[in-house]
Nanobody
């Protein structure tokens, strides 16, 4: 069982930066692939970025590649999403998720979810 708690969301102007964090409970954090998803109003939840359990390999949605960076600190049971050059279209609730599926980008492959944190980018 893994419990995930996101933090760090807020309001930022377009072009600015924000870092959201996800703290995980449990002793097996480093065995899970971690990812960030987001859901904008009226839209489905979509994959943003993921990081593998051990190698630290990352992958990103095309819309954020080059602007966002996902990282994890296994000693602190925490995963981060650094968001730079934010755009109004990045406005969404951001969710942290954990999966046992290697390389997963589909929502259905993630077994554990946080409650989400709101990120709002003003123009």
């Amino acid at each position: 069982q893994v419990q995930l708690v996101e933090s760090g969301g807020g309001l930022v102007q377009a072009g600015g930066s924000l870092r959201v964090s996800c703290a995980a409970s449990g002793r097996t954090f480093n065995s899970y692939r971690m990812a960030w998803f987001r859901q904008a109003p009226g839209k489905e939840r979509s994959f943003v970025a993921g990081v593998s359990a051990s190698s630290g390999r990352t992958n990103y949605a095309d819309s954020v590649r080059g602007r966002f960076t996902i990282s994890r600190d296994n000693a602190k049971n925490t995963v981060y999403l650094q968001m730079n050059r934010l755009k109004p279209e990045d406005t969404a609730v951001y969710y942290c998720a954990a999966s046992t599926v290697f390389g997963a980008t589909r929502e259905a492959s993630y077994q554990y979810w946080g409650q989400g944190t709101q990120v709002t980018v003003s123009s």
